[in-house]
């Protein structure tokens, strides 16, 4: 059982930076694919980026070259920095795991384990 925290959620202006943490419980966090999603009010939960110990990360694009995803295995944490926030990315922000990576890792199928989500607000 893995257990994932949310944390660096907040209110930001547009143009902003803000970056989330995602602690993970578990001790084979480096071998896990690590996903962040996020669902905004009245949307289906979206993919946003990946990280996983195979290759380049992947982003939807929509954030690609704003947002950067990293992890830090010792800390069994990952990481979302989000720059040059706009209105449009106003979501709650959700970390997710997969013991592996599967064909399914741009949807939530993909993923065996969730965090509580964090709120991003960004005003215009």
């Known amino acids: 059982q893995v257990q994932l925290v949310e944390s660096g959620g907040g209110l930001v202006q547009a143009g902003g930076s803000l970056r989330l943490s995602c602690a993970a419980s578990?001790?084979?966090?480096?071998?896990?694919?690590m996903g962040w999603f996020r669902q905004a009010p009245g949307k289906e939960r979206e993919f946003v980026a990946l990280s996983w110990s195979g290759g380049n990360p992947y982003y939807v694009d929509s954030v690609k070259g704003r947002f950067t995803i990293s992890r830090d295995n010792a800390k069994n944490t990952v990481y979302l920095q989000m720059n040059s926030l706009n209105p449009e990315d106003t979501a709650v922000y959700y970390c997710a795991a997969a013991s592996r990576v599967k064909s399914s890792w741009r949807q939530e199928g993909g993923y065996d384990y969730w965090g509580q989500g964090t709120q991003v607000t960004v005003s215009s």
């Open positions: 578990g001790r084979t966090f480096s071998s896990y694919a």
